[in-house]
C-alpha cells in the first residue's frame, strides 16, 4: 500500500485534508495555559505595572481588592491628616499639578508664577484668533 505520487502522504507530508490552509495560523486558538507578562521597557512601565497590581485589604471587616497606587495614596492622606507635615507638602504639590516644583513660598514666586499666566492667555488668544480666522476662510 504504498504511494509512490509526488502529492502522497508519509513521513513529513501529512494527508492533504489535514494540512494548514494558506493564510492561516497553525494554532488559531492560541496556547492554552497561562499568558506571558510583556516586559516593561523603561523604569516608568515598571513602577506603573507594579503601581497598577492590586492586592487584598481588610478595610471595615471586608476583603476587598486594591491597586498599589491606592493604598500608598490612602496612606500618605491618613499621614496629612494626623498632621504629618511631609505628607502635607506632598499632597499640596500633588494638588497643584506640579510634583516636581516646590511650593511658591516668596512673593518673586508669586510674581514669577502671574507674568507666566499672562503670557499664557496672551498665548491662547492668539491661537484663538488664527484658529477663528481659519474657520471663517476655510
Not at 516644583?101 to 518673586?108: N, V
Request: charged share 30%; hydrophobic share 30%; glycine share 8%.
Amino acid at each position: 500500500m504504498t504511494q509512490n505520487k509526488v502529492g502522497g502522504s508519509g513521513y513529513g507530508k501529512p494527508p492533504r485534508h489535514s494540512q494548514f490552509k494558506k493564510g492561516q495560523s497553525g494554532n488559531p486558538a492560541g496556547s492554552s495555559g497561562r499568558k506571558r507578562a510583556l516586559k516593561p521597557k523603561n523604569l516608568k512601565e515598571s513602577l506603573n505595572s507594579a503601581l497598577d497590581k492590586e492586592i487584598v485589604v481588610v478595610e471595615r471587616g471586608r476583603r476587598k481588592k486594591i491597586a498599589h497606587r491606592d493604598v500608598i495614596a490612602q496612606q500618605l492622606v491618613n499621614d496629612a491628616s494626623r498632621s504629618n507635615p511631609k505628607a502635607r507638602d506632598q499632597i499640596l504639590r500633588f494638588a497643584m499639578g506640579a510634583a516636581n516644583e516646590p511650593l511658591p513660598s516668596d512673593s518673586q514666586d508669586l510674581a514669577s508664577a502671574s507674568a507666566d499666566e499672562m503670557i499664557i492667555r496672551r498665548h491662547e488668544a492668539s491661537l484663538r484668533e488664527r484658529w477663528e480666522k481659519e474657520r471663517s476662510n476655510g
